[in-house]
């Protein structure tokens, strides 16, 4: 089992450009969620996505958006970049909600907006 | 509701125990502990489910107190393997809510 994979694993962009991260889930687990984590700091929800719809999104600007494709695999797209979107993205993947199931992690993707 | 996680930071030598607090304002359904080290992804330690129950798996323990919403986690007999970031994420209602993650405790475990 592979686990959480997610690519690219680093990314340079420059302001005002596109994004898209990339994240294929544990097999069997069929809630990706999305996370930002900036350095020194906690992971901040994004959003979650199950049976490919938007369930639950956190304080974030419509810039970020999301997919979940019928494999269950996900995209998080960030349009318009500012030097502040410079983070760890991390995916973590669960089966349904992570209420009270182990939600596991990706690698993240480290954006670097210049 | 971010969870509010206390020590922020906390230096052991070997062999020392340690706890950390994760409180919340908010009535909680469950609380998740993570240990993240540098550069690597956040690993799984333990769930709790309210009803204050106590987990533990090694020398790793943790405690939920429903009536507090705070958890604790414990380190006995550190190792220098357990140094990294640790956070509790915390989830309101059993239903389609998210986990939401303190900004972590820095442990340093030093020989």
């Known amino acids: 089992d592979a686990g959480v994979t997610q690519s690219p694993t680093h990314l340079i962009k420059t302001r005002g450009q596109q994004v898209t991260l990339r994240c294929s889930p544990k097999?069997?687990?069929?809630?990706v969620s999305w996370y930002q984590q900036a350095l020194g700091q906690g992971p901040q929800f994004i959003f979650q996505?199950?049976?490919?719809?938007?369930?639950q999104r956190g304080n974030f600007p419509d810039r970020f958006s999301g997919h979940q494709f019928p494999n269950y695999s996900s995209e998080l797209n960030v349009n318009a970049l500012l030097l502040g979107d410079s983070a760890l993205y991390l995916c973590?993947?669960?089966?349904?909600?992570?209420?009270?199931?182990?939600?596991?992690f990706g690698q993240g993707t480290r954006l670097t907006v210049v | 509701q971010q969870p509010v996680q206390s020590p922020q930071a906390v230096i052991l030598r070997e062999g020392e125990d340690a706890v950390i607090n994760c409180s919340s304002s908010k009535a909680l359904y469950s609380v998740h502990w993570y240990r993240q080290k540098h550069g690597e992804a956040p690993v799984f330690l333990m769930i709790?489910?309210?009803?204050?129950e106590q987990k533990g798996h090694d020398k790793i323990s943790a405690s939920f107190n429903e009536k507090k919403q705070q958890s604790s986690l414990y380190l006995t007999a550190s190792q220098l393997s357990y140094s990294g970031t640790y956070f509790c994420g915390t989830v309101r209602f059993s239903g389609n809510t998210p986990l939401v993650f303190g900004k972590g405790t820095r442990l340093s475990v030093i020989a």
């Open positions: 973590a993947s669960s089966y349904a909600s992570p209420g009270n199931t182990e939600a596991f």
């Open positions: 996505y199950y049976e490919e719809e938007e369930r």
């Open positions: 709790l489910l309210k009803g204050g």
């Open positions: 097999s069997g687990h069929d809630t």
